[in-house]
């Protein structure tokens, strides 16, 4: 459970270490945030904060976003989510969160975003299938091969990897090492990549993951990455 924000994927960069180590990051811009909407256990059954980003016009909302916006009071924003918290009553409706108060260096988060869109794309390119052999003689080279069973049961199975359709779907990397914020800039250096697109809409949250064993002694290796980047500040 923590807070999280919508972000705009830059594209990717790589910050240096004082003892030179180039750390690949993936810049991500999270503009500022307002508070919407607060849901309680009284009220509504569970802890959480509804949060709004990306100011728009009211052409681009249906009239009962318009006036959930209205009635709290808030600019028309384009995009909202909500986020589990456990002290709700720590925010106020209308309040005004910038990337400082989201997220800090050190941190794992996960990202999710849609995948880009590969089309229509055939086994080996899909699955990362080997093929046949290239060489003379072989009428077949990065064809699927046999699909079908015998008699028994005489059928394809549901899920079979086959040629279709790739990307253009949700993805969630997890457990990603936030390794700079940059407030003036309102962007974020998350360590590895992030699907999609630069200039894509992602979501960064807490990740979710952060209680297992491995991400614990994950976060023991990584943590110096933060302490120990060259800033220019100068």
Avoid: C
Avoid at 200 to 207: A, C, M, Y
Wanted: proline content about 5%.
């Amino acid at each position: 459970m923590g807070l999280g924000a919508f972000g705009i994927k830059l594209g990717m960069t790589r910050v240096f270490l004082k003892d030179g180590t180039a750390v690949p990051v993936t810049a991500i811009k999270v503009p500022k945030h307002t508070v919407v909407a607060i849901k309680t256990v009284e009220k509504d059954g569970y802890n959480a904060i509804q949060l709004g980003a990306f100011e728009t016009t009211e052409k681009k909302l249906t009239k009962p976003e318009i006036g959930h916006l209205k009635k709290a009071g808030v600019k028309l924003l384009r995009r909202l989510k909500e986020f589990r918290v456990e002290n709700p009553q720590d925010y106020q409706v209308g309040q005004e969160l910038t990337v400082a108060d989201l997220f800090k260096p050190g941190e794992l988060v996960d990202v999710v975003g849609i995948s880009k869109g590969r089309g229509f794309a055939g086994t080996m390119k899909r699955w990362d299938f080997g093929g046949f052999p290239k060489s003379h003689g072989h009428r077949y080279h990065r064809a699927v091969g046999s699909i079908g069973q015998r008699t028994d049961p005489g059928r394809v199975w549901k899920g079979k990897r086959m040629a279709g359709h790739w990307g253009a779907e949700t993805v969630r990397v997890q457990s990603l090492l936030v390794v700079d914020v940059l407030p003036d800039l309102e962007v974020i250096l998350v360590k590895g990549s992030v699907p999609g697109h630069p200039k894509g809409i992602v979501i960064v949250e807490k990740t979710r993951i952060a209680y297992r064993k491995s991400q614990r002694l994950k976060l023991n290796r990584i943590k110096h990455i933060p302490e120990n980047l060259v800033r220019n500040e100068q």
